[in-house]
């Protein structure tokens, strides 16, 4: 049987990355025990993006998709990063 919890290695991921992390959530409002659907959802602090995606968030369906989607993780210079990291100085 399949569960909607976080697995151990995407949660392992988000506790080393916590400077670069807004919110974490997994979607499991159609959640169904014998399929486990079920996706993970990482949004990311102003100043980093998934440049695979040119997003600043990760959508995943599995632990798998997720960790190779971070390691596209980087800093961001897009406009709206750069106008906050110049609010905070």
């Known amino acids: 049987m399949r569960t909607n919890k976080m697995p151990k290695t ?3 991921w988000i506790d080393k990355h916590q400077n670069i992390i807004e919110e974490v959530e997994v979607d499991d409002e159609n959640f169904e ?10 949004h990311l602090n102003k100043g980093w ?4 995606t040119d997003c ?3 959508h995943e369906p599995t632990a ?4 190779e989607s971070a390691s596209f993780i980087k800093k961001c210079e897009c406009a709206d990063c750069n106008q906050q990291e110049k609010t905070n100085e």
């Open 49 to 52: 993006i998934n440049s695979l």
């Open 64 to 67: 798998k998709s997720f960790l």
């Open 10 to 12: 995407v949660q392992r």
């Open 33 to 42: 025990p014998e399929t486990g659907i079920y996706s993970i959802w990482v």
């Open 56 to 58: 600043h968030s990760i």
